[in-house]
């Protein structure tokens, strides 16, 4: 937030609010990296300290509502420092929520360390790192007037609810094959909700942000659209028989295309072992990398979040669940079944890339 004033007073008072933000989010990226820490090492006296920051947390978002409300009284600001002190505001709220979300991680931490681990904690080490970098690019985003780094943070949210997705169906599978697993999964799957809720926080830092460099309101643009725009799906599900080929290349370049509002999932009716080697290749060509993807079964997705169903499958083989709103058909060849040299196959695999690309580019008409 730099701007040019014939007052330094105001400009002080401008810097002092932008640094008391950026010790805020300091303070709550060290909460969820101790946090983390301390379930790693199992060190619950590290967590009680990390949860001793929440009340600094509290204090200063209190300090700085006061500083913003004392500018707007005093200096009258219009335009840009306007939306730069109102958007300062609304950040504080946001913050001070990732803040309290670090305390619970650290309260199911200190319950978690007094059983033995149930396994070890490789995607929640994942998730925080994410949650953490993207709170800390969000508040690097607002100092540097960065929309395209805004946007960059929102972005990476579907990683964070991919992981959150992963961690849900593997703690219902400890929880089924044996119920002295239920205690630690609940509290392993808590964990993993926080840091997703985290991320959730983030991004609305990041598209205050974006207000705040372009004046434009990007908000729940995917839910609600805007007067002037295409709706866009709230959450779309791609379906193939065995969840390995196209629907799986359909999700990556949903997820590329399509604003990170809209849930982007795929699924199949007989779930094959993994994603196909060729698909995976034709899609990190165009720079799509869908190696960490794995097929689905319906069971696995959260249907709740689809309004709608895009079936690719060439037979109508896979039933639409009856509350989808919007079901589609597009019905496209399994490249896996062309014979021919590996060069001939590659090509079919990017037949199916590119007609799948114009077919997403179609969704915002829906």
């Known amino acids: 937030m730099t701007f040019k004033h014939t007052a330094?007073?105001?400009?002080?008072?401008?810097?002092?609010?932008?640094?008391?933000?950026?010790?805020?989010?300091?303070?709550?990226?060290?909460?969820?990296?101790?946090?983390?820490?301390?379930?790693?090492?199992?060190?619950?006296?590290?967590?009680?300290?990390?949860?001793?920051?929440?009340?600094?947390?509290?204090?200063?978002?209190?300090?700085?509502?006061?500083?913003?409300?004392?500018?707007?009284?005093?200096?009258?600001?219009?335009?840009?420092?306007?939306?730069?002190?109102?958007?300062?505001?609304?950040?504080?709220?946001?913050i001070e929520r990732i803040g309290d979300l670090g305390v619970n991680i650290c309260e199911r931490?200190?319950?978690?360390?007094?059983?033995?681990?149930?396994?070890?904690?490789?995607?929640?080490?994942?998730?925080?790192?994410?949650?953490?970098?993207?709170?800390?690019?969000?508040?690097?985003?607002?100092?540097?007037?960065?929309?395209?780094?805004?946007?960059q943070v929102i972005e990476q949210d579907q990683s964070l609810d991919f992981y959150y997705g992963q961690i849900f169906r593997e703690m219902l599978t400890y929880m089924m094959e044996d119920v002295r697993n239920i205690y630690r999964a609940t509290k392993i799957q808590s964990v993993s909700k926080y840091l997703e809720r985290i991320g959730d926080h983030a991004t609305n830092l990041a598209e205050m942000v974006v207000f705040m460099v372009k004046a434009t309101d990007i908000r729940h643009l995917g839910r609600l659209g805007n007067a002037n725009e295409p709706r866009l799906p709230?959450?779309?599900?791609?379906?193939?028989?065995?969840?390995?080929?196209?629907?799986?290349?359909?999700?990556?370049?949903?997820?590329?295309?399509?604003?990170?509002?809209?849930?982007?999932w795929s699924a199949g009716l007989t779930p094959g072992k993994q994603v196909h080697p060729l698909a995976i290749r034709v899609m990190k060509e165009i720079g799509v990398d869908i190696s960490a993807q794995r097929p689905k079964g319906f069971a696995d997705i959260a249907?709740?979040?689809?309004?709608?169903?895009?079936?690719?499958c060439s037979k109508d083989e896979c039933s639409v669940p009856a509350n989808i709103l919007h079901r589609l058909a597009w019905p496209l060849m399994n490249p896996a079944s062309m014979g021919g040299s590996e060069e001939e196959k590659l090509s079919a695999f990017r037949n199916i890339r590119d007609e799948l690309r114009k077919q997403i580019e179609t969704l915002t008409s829906l």
């Open 8 to 94: 330094q007073e105001y400009d002080g008072e401008l810097r002092k609010i932008r640094e008391q933000l950026l010790l805020m989010g300091a303070k709550v990226e060290e909460m969820i990296a101790g946090g983390l820490q301390a379930l790693l090492k199992r060190d619950s006296e590290l967590a009680h300290r990390m949860m001793e920051l929440d009340s600094e947390v509290n204090k200063l978002e209190i300090d700085i509502d006061e500083l913003c409300l004392r500018v707007l009284a005093k200096r009258q600001p219009v335009a840009s420092d306007l939306r730069a002190i109102t958007t300062v505001m609304k950040m504080v709220t946001d």
């Open 109 to 151: 931490v200190i319950e978690l360390n007094m059983v033995p681990s149930l396994k070890p904690y490789v995607d929640l080490q994942h998730m925080a790192e994410i949650a953490q970098g993207m709170t800390r690019s969000a508040l690097d985003a607002f100092v540097s007037r960065d929309a395209e780094q805004a946007r």
């Open 234 to 264: 709230r959450g779309i599900l791609f379906v193939c028989v065995e969840n390995a080929i196209q629907s799986q290349m359909a999700e990556g370049l949903a997820r590329k295309l399509l604003p990170s509002s809209v849930r982007i």
């Open 303 to 312: 249907m709740g979040d689809i309004d709608t169903f895009i079936r690719l």
